[in-house]
C-alpha cells in the first residue's frame, strides 16, 4: 500500500526498508509502529510534498513519542 501511494519503483523498495530497519533500530519505536503511522500518514505527506524519508522521519518521531498509530497519522495529516 505504501509503495502505490508514494509510487515506488525496483530500487525505492530497497531504500524504503533500509530506511525502516535503521530507524527502528535508532528510534524507540518498532518497524511494525513506523510502518503502521505511515500507512496512515504516506498520502498526507506526499501531498505536502514531503519526501519519503521525511515520511518515514515523521512517523518514527511520533511512533516513538507512544501515540497509537491511528492518532498519529491524523494528527500528522492536519498538520500538514
Known amino acids: 500500500k505504501i509503495g502505490t501511494i ?3 519503483t525496483g530500487k525505492d523498495f530497497e531504500t524504503f526498508g533500509d ?3 535503521n530507524l527502528g533500530n535508532k ?7 513506523i510502518i503502521e503511522v505511515t500507512k496512515r500518514f504516506a ?3 506526499k501531498a505536502a ?4 524519508a521525511d515520511i518515514l522521519g515523521f512517523a518514527s518521531a511520533i511512533a516513538s513519542a507512544g501515540v497509537e ?3 498519529a497519522g491524523s494528527s500528522l495529516s492536519r498538520l500538514f
Open 6 to 8: 508514494l509510487n515506488f
Open 19 to 21: 530506511a525502516l530497519v
Open 27 to 33: 528510534g524507540a519505536s518498532t518497524e511494525t509502529e
Open 43 to 45: 498520502a498526507a505527506g
Open 49 to 52: 510534498g514531503l519526501s519519503t
Open 69 to 71: 498509530p491511528e492518532a
